[in-house]
């Protein structure tokens, strides 16, 4: 699939995988009911390593067990699993960079072992991040090299679990977005400069011959680089065409390869269609889709404050920031202001760091006691008032009703559905 994805864009400017890079169930959902309706297409359904890793991640996952949800989520809406690629992202030592480099790098090479074993098949190898005792930044001659580390043990890996390393393959490079967007605002965006993707290319390749890995060069079917596209808590810098237009002269060389460009949430369809036509073939979208999920589901709680016929509000949001205010460690070092500031970011940031507390018993909860008090809050008028299309997609749909849960699953779907539209060449 992956081969067909990278050919149709190197010939045609058209066409590119649509990674969902998320941990939240209902997001995941919401990319199977999009398959349902788009039989045809490919996803890929990946998690980070600081999401889902040996240690548990901040979602308490080993990769075996968000494979195992992502099956028992793709099995309830039949898609079967050519539908869909398993991928890994930033695989290296990030979750553990407070560790000397030997100590971090022993860690990630068990690391991507067990994303292998669990089934993952497109794996982007990123040792970008300096360790404790390591220079910073690391030289690319470092990062090529522990790159080739990290491919040699997946490949034996695959070989002793399945007999072969067929299923695999993998991206490469280093140089992308801030992970969730930029913690302050910025006036410019730093395209990677042309001769360090050169350079990427040329020490990686280096380094697999040095590994005996020169055949296994050809399953290297993305490159990352920083194309000039980024969010923050309020901003957003859109794909400019022209400014990437170095890079598209580097890889015209590589037929095999395309660009992989991160960060891409809340780009446009037209800047989206930008970079996939400028060989971006592979595009990561996290945080819009969580966003585009709480937006759903605050809506709905503003609907349910709004109906006099409940008499017994949920207080969601209520709920939500005083779980955030309690456990802090996930937004206070990434958002700055003043209190009220403080108060809106962890709202509205688009950054979204939010999503990181859903997951919470607290507010598992609460939004599973929520839900039934939404539906029944649900009227024509409020809905045309908070999620007025709902109503436009119920027309399009030929769909006389909803519930809540379905509002939070079309609301994501409408983002994949921008991607998908993106993906053609227009």
């Known amino acids: ?52 890793n040996q240690d548990g991640g901040y979602t308490g996952m080993v990769p075996k067990d968000y494979v195992a949800m992502v099956y028992k989520i793709a099995e309830k809406y039949n898609i079967p699993k050519e539908s869909y690629i398993l991928a890994g992202d930033h695989l290296g030592p990030n979750a553990w960079k407070h560790l000397a480099a030997e100590e971090a790098m022993k860690k990630s090479l068990v690391l991507v072992e067990e994303y292998v074993k669990a089934g993952y098949t ?18 690319i001659a470092t990062i090529a090299e522990r790159t080739a580390m990290m491919v040699e043990v997946a490949e034996k890996t695959a070989v002793a679990t399945f007999g072969n390393s067929d299923r695999l393959f993998y991206v490469v490079g280093t140089e992308v977005p801030v992970p969730g967007g930029s913690q302050e605002f910025e006036d410019h965006i730093s395209i990677t ?72 949430d809340y780009q446009t369809t037209l800047s989206l269609n930008g970079l996939v036509q400028d060989h971006f073939g592979i595009l990561k979208v996290g945080p819009e889709l969580t966003f585009a999920w709480r937006e759903a589901l605050f809506a709905l709680d503003m609907i349910e404050k709004e109906n006099p016929a409940i008499s017994l509000k949920s207080n969601l949001r209520d709920t939500v920031d005083k779980e955030m205010l309690e456990n802090p460690t996930n937004w206070a070092p990434y958002y700055k202001g003043t209190d009220v500031e403080l108060s809106f970011k962890r709202i509205y940031s688009l950054s979204d760091r939010i999503r990181y507390y859903w997951a919470s018993p607290t507010l598992t909860e609460a ?60």
């Open 193 to 264: 400069p042309p001769h360090e993707v050169e350079e990427t290319i040329r020490l990686i390749k280096e380094a697999f011959e040095q590994y005996n890995l020169s055949p296994i060069w050809n399953k290297v079917r993305g490159i990352v680089v920083q194309p000039g596209v980024e969010f923050g808590d309020d901003f957003v810098f859109l794909y400019k065409k022209d400014n990437a237009k170095a890079l598209i002269d580097v890889i015209t060389p590589y037929p095999n390869l395309v660009y992989e460009a991160h960060s891409t």
């Open 367 to 426: 939004v599973d006691k929520a839900i039934p008090n939404y539906n029944k809050a649900l009227s024509y008028s409020l809905v045309s008032q908070y999620l007025p299309w709902v109503l436009e997609y119920n027309e399009k749909n030929n769909k006389t009703n909803f519930s809540a849960q379905e509002i939070l699953i079309w609301s994501v779907e409408r983002i994949i559905q921008k991607y998908f539209n993106a993906t053609k060449n227009q």
């Open 122 to 139: 497109k794996i982007h190898i990123d040792p970008s991040m300096s360790c404790s005792d390591d220079p910073t930044p690391l030289s």
């Open 1 to 52: 699939m992956i081969a067909k994805i990278v050919t149709t864009n190197r010939q045609s400017k058209e066409n590119a995988l649509i990674c969902i890079c998320s941990a939240h169930q209902d997001v995941i959902k919401a990319a199977f009911s999009f398959l349902q309706k788009n039989p045809t297409i490919c996803l890929s359904i990946e998690s980070t390593v600081q999401q889902v």
